[in-house]
């Protein structure tokens, strides 16, 4: 079973930095992309960056030069360095990993628990 486990929430303030992390446990031989989304209170979850194993990255408009997504695929693990942060960026934040050879087989995909991120005004 492959889990990917999120940490780095917690609340800043307006125009603050979060350095989020998350880690892909399991058998694991390769995952192909990895990436972060995140759900708003009374919205639905939208793409916030993903990179694949290549590094080819793309990340939403609303956080273009304020994010960063990094990953280290030694380690199975991906980065999201969120500076500039705003009000509007408050939501709960899903880590995915896409793509993955496992000892068990392959996966589709396999997603986090999320971690809560509040920016106060």
């Known amino acids: 079973q492959v889990q990917p486990v999120e940490s780095g929430g917690g609340l800043v303030q307006a125009g603050g930095s979060l350095r989020l992390s998350c880690v892909a446990s399991?058998?694991?031989?390769?995952?192909?992309?990895m990436g972060w989304y995140r759900q708003a209170p009374g919205k639905e979850r939208e793409l916030v960056a993903v990179?694949?194993?290549?590094?080819?990255?793309n990340v939403a408009d609303s956080v273009k030069g304020r994010f960063t997504i990094s990953r280290d695929n030694a380690k199975n693990a991906v980065y999201l360095q969120m500076n500039s942060l705003k009000p509007e960026d408050t939501a709960v934040y899903y880590c995915?990993?896409?793509?993955?050879?496992?000892?068990?087989?392959?996966?589709?995909?396999?997603w986090g628990q999320g971690t809560q991120v509040t920016v106060s005004s």
């Open positions: 399991g058998s694991i031989f390769s995952i192909n992309a």
């Open positions: 990179i694949t194993r290549g590094t080819s990255i």
């Open positions: 995915t990993a896409n793509g993955i050879r496992h000892s068990r087989g392959y996966s589709v995909d396999s």
